[in-house]
């Protein structure tokens, strides 16, 4: 079974300028979570989707932050503008609802 | 508030030697507990998980874990460890229920084995 995927690996950005991240979940998997985990710290929650609906947004930076799963698989995450307290990794996960998450390779933010 | 701790930021351990990473919690109701480890530039793995039955639950790579109600505990164990144990291990708890739970992270705990 493939697992999580994610893209770009690493990314550079110079503050304020945008940035997108790609996720593509495992096949079948109807909830599917972003996750941004800073240096030091355990990951936190973004963002939530169960299919194409948002079940958790509420530690999303809304001014800046925005997320879509249009046709419930695949995801996007976005950065407009960034600053430089958003260098960290980012990280997709998805699962089936239970009990366990299934976690991608991450995306490396560098904000300068 | 529900949340998950890790007093530790770092621990050291002699290969061959048993190792411990602690975890507390704190939770409405019956708490579902997990161990994820995070190897560098790679992301989370499940280790193991609690939800109910057998306090003791084994999991992934010859780790186990104690599942201790009257102290909160979740606190992860290896009878003998292995240089290539280390790595960032992270407890986790689920709050919420169905659809919309959700799994919040500890601050992680870095695990150093030495040859």
């Known amino acids: 079974e493939a697992g999580v995927a994610q893209s770009p690996r690493y990314k550079i950005i110079e503050k304020r300028q945008s940035v997108a991240f790609w996720c593509n979940p495992i096949?079948?998997?109807?909830?599917l979570y972003w996750y941004q985990q800073i240096l030091g710290q355990g990951p936190k929650l973004l963002i939530q989707?169960?299919?194409?609906?948002?079940?958790?947004d509420s530690q999303l930076p809304k001014d800046r932050f925005s997320a879509e799963r249009l046709k419930g698989v695949d995801s996007t995450l976005k950065i407009q503008p960034a600053k430089l307290e958003d260098s960290a990794v980012y990280l997709c996960?998805?699962?089936?609802?239970?009990?366990?998450?299934?976690f991608g390779p991450g995306t490396r933010l560098t904000v300068l | 508030a529900q949340s998950v701790a890790q007093p530790e930021d770092q621990v050291n351990v002699a290969e061959g030697n048993p190792l411990t990473v602690k975890c507390t919690y704190s939770?409405?109701?019956?708490?579902?507990l997990f161990w994820y480890v995070q190897y560098p530039n790679r992301g989370l793995q499940f280790l193991l998980k609690?939800?109910?039955?057998?306090?003791l639950v084994k999991g992934s790579y010859g780790f186990e874990a104690e599942f201790n109600k009257s102290q909160t505990s979740f606190h992860l164990k290896k009878p003998s460890a292995l240089v290539s144990d280390s790595a960032l291990y992270f407890c986790?708890?689920?709050?919420?229920?169905?659809?919309?739970?959700?799994?919040?992270f500890g601050s992680g705990t870095r695990l150093s084995i030495r040859p």
């Open positions: 996960a998805s699962g089936t609802g239970g009990h366990e998450q299934f």
């Open positions: 096949s079948g998997h109807a909830t």
């Open positions: 989707f169960q299919n194409n609906g948002v079940v958790d």
């Open positions: 939770v409405s109701g019956n708490p579902y």
């Open positions: 609690y939800i109910t039955g057998d306090n």
């Open positions: 986790a708890v689920r709050v919420g229920g169905g659809s919309a739970s959700k799994i919040i």
